[in-house]
């Protein structure tokens, strides 16, 4: 079976056209630690040729009012998640006000939702999946689960290069020529300013934190009513409690916190209160704990899982917890 297990194999699967035989091979191939640390090598490789799409939300716009003047259907179509200035064609019958003056009703009286859709090119993921981008300045960015980064459409500013985010996302940001800095707004009272560097930004509900691998980023944060920063230097990490108070330690692994881009899950000491919350934020699924001391148990190691469900065996496996699940699946209670 190991000699039938190759790349194309491998890469054909990933891309969703594997016959049930072959899903069935790898599936009993992947069974041993040695190949499914392959697997998860060439799934890496799979990911990095593979940038995902997104709708053109330019070319859309223009379609749909050229419809209305033309009355002819026309396919919608898709470009390469490698973030390009848009250019908007406008239709050659003599009807081009249509479509600007249709533009201009959505951003003036459209709503904010129609103004970021037209201000902004917008990536989102869904639970469990990770979205990997190439930005018109070169920079990369691992979007990981149920989050969003806005980048502006219509290219950076001469001084300045701005995105916003929610959810988790990690950055390796270029250099420029005339040290043009980046920054990260953030819905958490906190953005984060660099010039060339690589970090993560986690900035969920119930936490958030950063990371900073290389490089040196400035963040700027409300402390109470006034504005303060902090400079971070490599294996600093920066955690906001709810309220907004920051705390800066050491880690000597900040790449730890980057792990999930290689769909790997290292926990140091985390409580299974903690674990249960990043199965509701990654994967949408709900997991309770009725008995607070089990809560409370700390979990350490490098968990390596595609999904939620993978994940979630592994954990419980090496726990040694039993668990029940409601009758959609949607829901699983942890017990002894």
């Known amino acids: 079976m190991k000699d039938s297990i190759n790349k194309e194999l491998i890469f054909n699967y990933f891309s ?40 053109d939300v330019d070319s859309a716009i223009t379609r749909h009012f050229s419809r209305l003047d033309e009355d002819v259907a026309a396919p919608e179509t898709e470009v390469e998640r490698s973030v390009r200035r848009p250019t908007l064609v406008l239709p050659a019958n003599g009807k081009s006000w249509l479509v600007a003056a249709a533009i201009a009703f959505m951003v003036l009286s459209g709503g904010w939702l129609a103004r970021d859709h037209v201000r902004y090119e917008i990536y989102s993921t869904s639970f469990g999946q990770i979205q990997r981008l190439v930005l018109p300045d070169g920079s990369k960015v691992v979007l990981n689960a149920n989050s969003t980064l806005r980048i502006p459409r219509f290219g950076f500013g001469k001084t300045t290069r701005e995105v916003y985010m929610t959810g988790e996302a990690d950055f390796s940001i270029t250099h420029t020529a005339n040290h043009q800095k980046f920054i990260v707004h953030t819905e958490k009272n906190f953005d984060v300013e660099v010039l060339g560097t690589e970090f993560n930004v986690y900035a969920r509900p119930r936490r958030a934190r950063v990371v900073l691998n290389k490089g040196k980023v400035k963040l700027h944060y409300l402390k109470g009513s006034e504005t303060d920063q902090i400079v971070m230097r490599p294996g600093d990490l920066v955690t ?42 990654n994967f949408g699924l709900e997991i309770r704990i009725p008995d607070s001391t089990l809560a409370a148990q700390t979990v350490s190691g490098s968990f390596t899982a595609l999904n939620a469900e993978e994940l979630f065996e592994i954990l419980a496996d090496d726990s040694g917890l039993s668990y029940s699940r409601s009758e959609d699946g949607k829901v699983i209670t942890l017990d002894y």
């Open 16 to 55: 969703g056209n594997a016959t049930a035989f072959e899903k069935d091979l790898i599936d009993r191939w992947s069974a041993d630690p040695q190949a499914r640390e392959q697997l998860f090598i060439w799934l890496m490789e799979w990911e990095n040729q593979n940038i995902q799409y997104n709708a």
């Open 240 to 281: 906001f409690d709810v309220p907004g108070h920051a705390s800066v330690t050491k880690t000597a692994n900040p790449a730890n916190y980057s792990a999930w881009k290689a769909h790997r899950f290292v926990f140091e000491n985390e409580s299974l209160r903690e674990i249960c919350n990043l199965f509701e934020d």
